[in-house]
């Protein structure tokens, strides 16, 4: 009985181990898709897409698009970070939060004035007061009229 319950312990403490090397690892990232998705290279050569978690930034072909796409390049592109795994999406990608040494690059994206705090999907509530803090210094976006200012859940509805 002891014997049992020793390797049934023992498997249930190496189980919660491999869950957990799991849910953060390095890779280097091989491909900037837009503002808030990469491509990277995890050990074994296997290439992973990573989508942001809390952020969304403007679709390629409306205002700041582009510059969103250069901002997340300019701080990742061929660089080794670290994913933190909070979720998998519908489309199979990894919902992460990206570090580059101590930067975390999701909160940079959003504090550059990059992109905004996706609302419908934000657990990191220090989004919302850096998205606040760039409208109000006028970083990135916030310095396009209004009208170009869409959010892109709104513009992907349309």
């Given at each position: 009985m002891k014997i049992t319950y020793l390797l049934?312990?023992?498997?249930?403490?190496?189980?919660?181990?491999?869950?957990?090397?799991?849910?953060?690892?390095?890779?280097?990232?091989?491909?900037?898709?837009?503002?808030?998705?990469?491509?990277?290279?995890?050990?074994?050569?296997?290439?992973?897409?990573?989508?942001?978690?809390?952020?969304?930034?403007?679709?390629?072909?409306?205002?700041?698009?582009?510059?969103?796409?250069?901002?997340?390049?300019?701080?990742?592109?061929?660089?080794?970070?670290?994913?933190?795994?909070?979720?998998?999406?519908?489309?199979?990608?990894?919902?992460?939060r990206v570090f580059l040494n101590d930067i975390n690059v999701n909160r940079a994206l959003v504090q550059g004035g990059h992109c905004w705090a996706y609302t419908r999907y934000v657990k990191d509530k220090v989004l919302f007061t850096l998205q606040r803090e760039a409208q109000a210094s006028k970083k990135g976006l916030w310095v396009l009229p209004e009208v170009e200012r869409m959010p892109p859940w709104e513009w992907r509805r349309q």
């Open positions: 049934l312990v023992s498997l249930l403490c190496n189980t919660c181990l491999a869950t957990q090397d799991t849910k953060t690892y390095q890779a280097k990232v091989v491909k900037i898709t837009d503002g808030d998705t990469i491509k990277v290279l995890k050990s074994g050569n296997e290439q992973v897409k990573i989508r942001l978690a809390g952020i969304d930034c403007p679709e390629k072909k409306q205002p700041w698009g582009t510059k969103a796409k250069h901002a997340i390049s300019d701080l990742v592109a061929g660089k080794t970070v670290m994913i933190e795994v909070i979720d998998i999406d519908r489309y199979q990608r990894i919902i992460g």
